[in-house]
């Protein structure tokens, strides 16, 4: 396995490709693009490389593989597969005639969709899950689906991040009907896997006691650390290693995400939200909020409505 230290990290697809010298268009947190459109010479060998987002590949024709840590799966057509923010990845097609990728940001899944995504769709937050084959009728219904994602994404139509959101929720229901009904989160992998999948876990808890007040503070990485009994070094270690991000980084976007919805969605007053995030001062929160986005809760809530 490489070194961690030297495999590039990537906030959205269009990065990963411009370092790949691929150019391809996009302005937001979600994106979905024709792989044929992309990847104009197969075979292709991607470099090791990690990720901040979400990844699902839809390949109607085509064949090849992908790796996720130290897991590698081969595939065929009429094959979907995704993967998750942080893990350490790499693709391989031997064949390619049709197919699409569709990205999203946790941040377009919470500020677009709603904050207990990951209640609805837990195995988002499984470490490695291996491709799926439906059959021909299924992967048709699939295919409508994100195709009306796709001429969406292509519009200029006034609702398109709330109608690719709508769709975006029909599409995730249609593979959980279909492969992932009765999933959830089960201990696999290794003894850090399972530290890493507590703590996503453990995280998506803390937001939902937090828009539900069963709590009043945000959770510092030692929290997070004592409610595995683990060491708070060896716990930071852990995360960083395997998801590329400290556990601080984790929290920070978790809790600019939240803040990001409750200035999107709710009236709530930004000394409201100041304290709902367990900030002391109005003042704090903001230089926060600024910190992570460049922008004052004030000239975000404008931007967004």
Known sequence: MNNTTDIAFFNRVVDLYNTLEIPIEQNS????NDLLDIHKTIPYKSPVFRTNYYSF??????????????????????TIYFTNPGHIKSFEFFELKAAYLITFSEEFLKTNMHQNIFSEFPFLLSETVPPQNPSEKQYKEIETIYLQILNEYQSNSLYKEKIISSLLVALLLKIKALFWQNYHPLEEGSNQSRIVKAFKENLE?????????????????????????????????VIKSKTGKSPSSWINERTTSYAKSLLKNTSKSIKEITYKLGFSETAHF????????????????????
Do not use: M
């Not at 947190?29 to 979905?32: E, G, L, P």
């Not at 903001?286 to 967004?304: A, D, G």
């Open 29 to 32: 947190q979600f994106s979905i």
């Open 57 to 78: 590949i839809f390949v109607k024709n085509g064949k090849g593989n992908y790796t996720t840590d130290e897991q590698t799966f081969e595939y065929g057509s009429r």
């Open 205 to 237: 808890k803390h937001y939902t006691d937090l828009a539900k007040n069963k709590v009043d503070k945000i959770f510092q990485p030692q929290d997070y650390a004592n409610l595995q009994q683990l060491n708070s070094s060896y716990f930071s270690q």
């Open 286 to 305: 903001s230089n926060f909020f600024k910190k992570q986005t460049r922008f004052s809760p004030s000239t975000y809530r404008k931007k967004k409505n």
